[in-house]
């Protein structure tokens, strides 16, 4: 290369870098949206060379305002999804100043993936989450200038292979476990889609019940910042999921942050000139106030309270309420033919005492009415007449879990009990039938077997279906004939619990 091409390359070079500087925070968080949502990067879809274009950015970016790595002297922690490689976060450090707490971390990241080309579209990401990558990288910015003020150190992360399913975090997580690191991060903070702030009326902070006391310590009063906020105590979405769940799982304090999905999720659609950059400057003057205050925080900084969604363990006791209905039907041993099912309800309280996370006493206390058809023995084709029966039933089994605390499949069997409060057999709709019947019980009390399945949705909700067997049968005769059988009654229960 000639001298004087040289001579431009480097003036070029100078120019450039002058106008990155001279830019306005806003002016940069804009260049950040528009260069990682850009139709060059096709998506960053992770993997692929277009996010390695994205990694390429983000690191001349850290490496120029002076970010340091967390390790050595790169930012890159490559990883593996299974057994595929070409994965990789980008982790810097910014060390605090105080001597006791410097070994303390807050970390704070975005994922910088997205969903890359699908049928011949771009999905540009810049919600999700060419956004979040911005406002990280310029709060570390802020950081950085107020790194003299810095107690504890600050970890800052752009996570990759997030929409594969939370790997890129998950790896870090993973790490500082094994470097007994994990203790010391106080608080992680997950910046994902906050571009929509005017059209989201708000910036939503969710987790706020994981800190020692988060309403003063998110208020934006209290840091000069005005921006609205919506706080949530616990993130509670079973359905949707960000890159605080390896660190909650954890046990450390988490908070999603986000303005909300108001922009088009997921789509094609989710393009650069969509982005409210007022807010987004906003936003990221808000978390570098907030980073800096929490890294500063006199005392303990977390609650020592976690997430339903994001429970390891299952709580020792459990109550909750439940509804459901219930079919019944009679089985004849001694004649040819069974009674059809009719539908009834049943509704009560549910108790379970874990025994770790895979096993349950678990008991039921349920009001139920039972409804079952019952041939006429003399004309068993040509009319039925009606059982109807409450009872207070009481199932006691042993459950087996098969799957995390939150989602699994649960096995139950055991024994149960139960007493009738009434007992009635009528025909309906008719009132001179000719015939009539009576049905006997053999005590008001009656004791079974019962087994069944059921599927717990998140950590509130489960979904069970319970077969119950008697141990005795019922006795029916038709009044003034010799005409006796006895029946076996059996019954399901279907039922929706809501557990506290």
């Avoid at 390429?56 to 890159?76: A, C, N």
């Avoid at 790896?171 to 910046?191: E, Q, W």
């Avoid at 989201?200 to 000069?224: F, I, R, V």
């Avoid at 709580?315 to 909750?320: D, H, I, N, S």
Wanted: aromatic share 10%; glycine share 8%; hydrophobic share 40%.
């Amino acid at each position: 290369m000639r001298r004087g091409t040289i001579i431009v390359a480097v003036m070029a070079t100078l120019v450039c870098s002058f106008a990155a500087q001279g830019q306005t925070q806003r002016q940069r968080l804009e260049r950040h949206v528009y260069t990682l949502a850009s139709d060059s990067l096709q998506g960053r879809k992770a993997g692929s060379p277009d996010a390695e274009k994205a990694r390429l950015y983000i690191e001349k970016e850290w490496r120029d305002m002076g970010l340091k790595p967390l390790w050595g002297d790169s930012y890159r922690m490559p990883f593996s999804v299974y057994t595929s490689e070409g994965y990789c976060n980008l982790i810097a450090f910014i060390e605090g100043n105080d001597p006791a707490l410097k070994s303390e971390y807050i970390v704070i990241g975005g994922h910088y993936d997205h969903l890359g080309v699908k049928n011949g579209k771009v999905y540009n990401g810049a919600d999700d989450n060419a956004s979040g990558t911005a406002c990280v990288t310029e709060v570390a910015r802020q950081l950085l200038a107020h790194k003299s003020e810095l107690k504890r150190s600050v970890i800052v992360c752009a996570f990759d292979a997030e929409e594969m399913g939370l790997h890129g975090s998950s790896d870090l997580a993973s790490r500082l476990k094994k470097l007994n690191m994990i203790d010391r991060v106080k608080l992680m903070m997950s910046v994902d889609m906050v571009g929509w702030l005017r059209q989201g009326k708000a910036l939503t902070l969710e987790g706020t019940g994981t800190l020692s006391d988060g309403t003063e310590m998110t208020a934006p009063s209290t840091l000069g910042i005005n921006i609205p906020i919506r706080t949530k105590h616990y993130e509670n979405s079973i359905f949707t999921a960000t890159d605080t769940e390896p660190f909650a799982k954890l046990g450390v304090p988490t908070l999603a942050v986000t303005t909300g999905l108001k922009s088009p999720y997921h789509k094609p659609e989710d393009d650069a000139n969509l982005i409210d950059y007022e807010g987004l400057n906003l936003v990221t003057d808000y978390m570098a106030a907030f980073t800096l205050r929490i890294a500063n925080w006199d005392g303990k900084v977390g609650s020592g309270r976690v997430a339903d969604k994001h429970r390891t363990t299952n709580k020792t006791f459990e109550f909750g309420l439940q509804i459901g209905y219930n079919s019944s039907w009679l089985r004849f041993p001694d004649a040819a033919f069974n009674g059809k099912s009719l539908i009834g309800l049943q509704g009560g309280v549910a108790m379970q005492l874990n025994l770790g996370n895979s096993f349950a006493i678990h008991a039921d206390l349920l009001y139920t009415l039972l409804r079952t058809q019952v041939p006429d023995l003399g004309q068993p084709f040509s009319s039925t007449f009606r059982m109807r029966q409450q009872a207070l039933l009481l199932p006691l089994t042993l459950q087996v879990n098969i799957g995390d605390v939150s989602n699994r499949l649960t096995i139950n069997a055991g024994g149960y009990g139960a007493y009738f409060l009434s007992h009635d057999l009528y025909m309906p709709n008719t009132v001179d039938y000719p015939r009539s019947m009576s049905a006997t019980l053999p005590t008001p009390a009656e004791f079974g077997l019962t087994w069944g399945i059921g599927f717990r949705l998140g950590y509130h909700y489960q979904l069970s279906v319970n077969y119950l067997y008697p141990l005795y049968y019922t006795n029916f005769s038709m009044k003034g004939t010799a005409v006796e059988t006895r029946a076996n009654r059996n019954f399901a229960l279907t039922t929706l619990t809501y557990y506290f």
